[in-house]
């Protein structure tokens, strides 16, 4: 039997409790070795809740672990996690990777030149609905001309991430963007132009233009009382396909996650989801913003 990796957590939040936290600790890949976080309060309460150790400083945790795993605000991020690269250790970072473009350039180099694994949590590229959806948008040999990717809910209205400072200062781009971006880049190839504006205070509405021709759409809000949806369809001359990303995206997700993530740690190599793909979301994650702030 391949023994566990250990795994160091950074961050006590409602993201690191009710996910990562649980996730690393119950899989048969990974075991939940140590917590650290600002609050050493909340670091000793998760821990505990998980057969961990609480650890006061960060150079502790690292002692402890094989692999660093994040649940931090993107300001926060990158000089921890290039720390844990320096210090050999693999690397699970939250999106967005940084809170602006030059510290996730930054960010991605260090992590580059210290040639550690890397995965970054973009929760439905791991889920397995997602993955059939995708290869079959691959396996068809006629091209798919358009799509469009709504996200509309009112997660920063009420719950454990209303009272996140960056989500209410920066708003859907910053948070569901990452992953808006990453699935119709895949879905319709790369991205080669952005144009943004805000139809409402809370909402962004862009469309893409891919490499290939094709043009999608998507609009982002976390503020709407109603009328939730997360879904995302691709239209082409054979055929429409769409699929609900509320439902696919679920528990399966995450342990494939966890176990793509001990395969890199035990195994080495590079993962598709890594820094690079963090920093290819991050540049029009800024693109974006500069016309959203032009237009305001």
Known sequence: MVEQVAVGLVGAGPWASSVHAPV????????????????????????????????????????????????????????????????????LLEKPIAADLDTA???????????????VTLSARYAPRVREFLAHLESVETPWRGGRLACVTGAFLDGPFAASPWRQARGAILDVGPHAFDLMSVALGEIVDVRAESPGAG?????????????????????????????LEVFGSAEAVALDLGEAIGASAFAVLRAEFAALVRDGGEHVCDVRRGLYLQEIIARAEEQLAAAR
């Open 24 to 91: 690393f600790a119950d899989g048969p890949e990974t075991r939940l070795a140590a917590v650290w976080a600002r609050r050493p309060e909340a670091a000793e309460t998760l821990a505990q809740a998980h057969g961990a150790a609480a650890c006061v400083e960060f150079d502790e945790l690292l002692d402890r672990c094989e692999a660093v795993v994040f649940a931090i605000a993107p300001e926060a991020q990158p000089a921890l996690a290039e720390r844990a690269a320096r210090a050999g250790k693999a690397v």
């Open 105 to 119: 350039r930054r960010l991605a180099d260090v992590i580059g030149e210290a040639g550690v694994g890397s995965m």
């Open 203 to 231: 909402w962004s509405a862009l469309q893409l233009r891919h490499a290939g021709g094709a043009v999608s759409q998507l609009v982002l809000c976390c503020t709407a009382s109603g009328g939730h949806r997360y879904d």
